[in-house]
């Protein structure tokens, strides 16, 4: 009945794919048995090369996407000239034998090489097809998907071992918690989406839990799945913080936010937040899956004299550096000494004094405050005078170091200056500051989503004050960097004018809002200039608040 439930209806895009993915099958003449073999073979028009792995009587085929064949992808190399490589298992709707289905089913693999996204994060991806019958744990599957990785890695250089990933969905999920928990080592990172773990698992305690606890997880199931029900998700999350993980991350979509209830896999492959999050992982940050992860944190780059450095939840930290003096923008919420990272690893002058500038009073921006306390390096913290009764307890010994501002602050900074504007809203004293070229806006107007629902304003009165922004912005061009890194692409101030719009369409009712996945609330999208723009607010605080 499950088989039933998640049953194959190819729609015209799938079919125009499908026929792509024959002709293109019959120009290259076979399928290739060896990955020297298949390197040689045509490229599909999707970019995926036709493969198979064998071992004795069995045989599994696959699709293989190489980025190394695009001499613009090659550029975007990490310094040995190597790229991440994503194992995607697929759905029921992906099995058979005819190596296409297992692209066709969803876009799960081959999301990872939108034209896009593979410029952003270039990416090898394997994606075998599951024989009809079989479970990914079976005893003559299990072996060859793993021959054909360890063949694919043997036999080219440029597949970086530090960032293997693996990603399933629906029966291909089951199999994503299977490979883990067999290979606690291999994998810098999992993504399991709705998904079940096999019961033999969580014998003894769930002991062999143990071995991941350290491993990079994002398991993501919708709360009304009725496939899979979503205790499946819960168990092993259960499992793995009693075995010690404190670093495992998941999604329990909203009632009603998934349709169909099973398919939560298009949260992942429509969204950017997962993706980032998993291209920001490797065994190195975890030491071969040993300690974890969330200890560390990334750079992600440094540009106009400005360092981005993003915890392990993708909030992000802004740090400048002058000959006179350090400013950080916000703290975020890693787990790991925040303080010593920046002495140890983006400083220049490790001994300038320091300035933290907080964008408002939320944990996620402001938990690793803690670390600065007591150096003496620390001089200042800069907060809104509106959240000033937030400090006191964070800041202990160094409550003297508390400077309260308003809108039109500002120090100088870099040879211009750094200047803060209010955008009250998100909550009751949230700034962004203005350097330079760029605006650093933590979460005044969201990473993609305006978070409203939790916002101290009726949407009636955020509009005046996102409008203020917009006027003080004016036509002037400008990088917007806001808390979280959950975006598709770079922000100008193009986003800030579509959240705009996405306000207005709330009010004079051109949007019609969606269930927001993640919350009891609602959702409106505006897209303009190919940015979306998303604001999450209650229904019943549009004009007034209650």
Known sequence: MKQLKRSFKM???????????????????TIMASPLAERSASLTSSGFRAGSVTEGNNRIPYRYFDPTVDPQLVNRANSGGKYPLVLYLHGEKGVGTD?????????????????DLISKNPVHVLAPQLPSGKVWSDSTVYPLVIKALNDLIGSNPTIDTDK????????????????????????????????????????????????????????????DDDVVPVKAMTDALDALKAAGSVSVKSENYTLGSTVPSHEAWQHIFTGLTAYNWLFEQSLARSKGNTIDPSLSYTIKRTVGGVTEILDYHLGKIHVIEDAEK?????????????????????????????????????????SRLDNFIGQSQLKAVYVHE???????????????????????????????????????????????????????TGDAIGSGDAWMQIGMLSIVDYQKNVQRFIDRVGNNSYFIMPGHYEYRKQFTQLYANNILGCINGILDKTITPRIYFRQNASIATYIGGGQNANVIYHQDRVTTMP
């Open 11 to 29: 729609n015209k895009k799938k079919l125009a794919l499908f026929l792509t993915l024959v002709v293109s099958v019959w120009f290259a003449g």
């Open 99 to 115: 190596n296409i289905s297992q692209l066709t089913e969803t876009n799960g693999a081959t999301f990872w090489t939108a034209d």
């Open 164 to 223: 293997l990933y693996i990603v399933g969905i629906s029966i291909g999920g089951d199999g994503v918690w299977d490979y883990i928990l067999k290979n606690p080592t291999k994998f810098a990172a999992a993504i399991p989406i709705s998904a079940k773990v096999d019961q033999k698992y969580y014998a003894d305690g769930g002991a062999a839990f143990k071995a991941i606890a350290n491993m990079a997880i994002w398991a993501n199931h919708a709360a």
């Open 326 to 366: 350090v400013v950080i923008i916000d703290t975020g919420m890693g787990a790991g000494n925040l303080y010593e990272f920046i002495r140890d690893n983006v400083l220049v002058n490790k001994t300038l004094p320091m300035s933290i500038f907080i964008t408002h009073h939320h944990g996620d921006h402001i």
């Open 386 to 440: 509106a959240e000033k009764d937030s400090y006191p307890t964070r800041l202990g010994p160094d409550i003297g170091k508390l400077q309260t501002i308003k809108n039109g602050f500002s120090i100088p900074l870099g040879g211009d200056k750094l200047e803060a504007f209010e955008i009250i809203g998100h909550t009751p004293g949230s700034l962004v500051y203005f350097y330079k070229n760029i605006i650093f």
